[in-house]
Nanobody, 115 residues
Framework: QVQLVESGGGLVQPGGSLRLSCAAS????????MGWYRQAPGKQRELVAS???????NYADSVKGRFTISRDNAKNTLYLQMNSLKPEDTAVYSC?????????WGQGTQVTVSS
């Protein structure tokens, strides 16, 4: 089992920045990929950014150049640095860890971009 706890969400003005954190515990040695997803009201959940255990990253077109996914192995923590935030980035953001055909989710953190 893997436990994930997100933090760092909140209210920010357009153009502002936030950094989300996802602290992992448990059997993380089997994890092969990590990612951040978001779901806005009335919309399907979408992949925002992903990071493999080998270091490869992938981003949704809508966040390329603005968001950066990274990982601190010593702290077992996944990050999502979000810059130049737009109102359309408003959503619940959740982290996901995947490995050995199992998927683990955090509880989600709300990000609201509004003036």
């Amino acid at each position: 089992q893997v436990q994930l706890v997100e933090s760092g969400g909140g209210l920010v003005q357009p153009g502002g920045s936030l950094r989300l954190s996802c602290a992992a515990s448990g059997n993380i040695f089997s994890i092969s990929a990590m990612g951040w997803y978001r779901q806005a009201p009335g919309k399907q959940r979408e992949l925002v950014a992903s990071l493999t255990s080998g270091g490869s990253t992938n981003y949704a077109d809508s966040v390329k150049g603005r968001f950066t996914i990274s990982r601190d192995n010593a702290k077992n923590t996944l990050y999502l640095q979000m810059n130049s935030l737009k109102p359309e980035d408003t959503a619940v953001y959740s982290c996901n860890y995947y490995g050995n055909f199992r998927s683990f989710w955090g509880q989600g953190t709300q990000v609201t971009v509004s003036s």
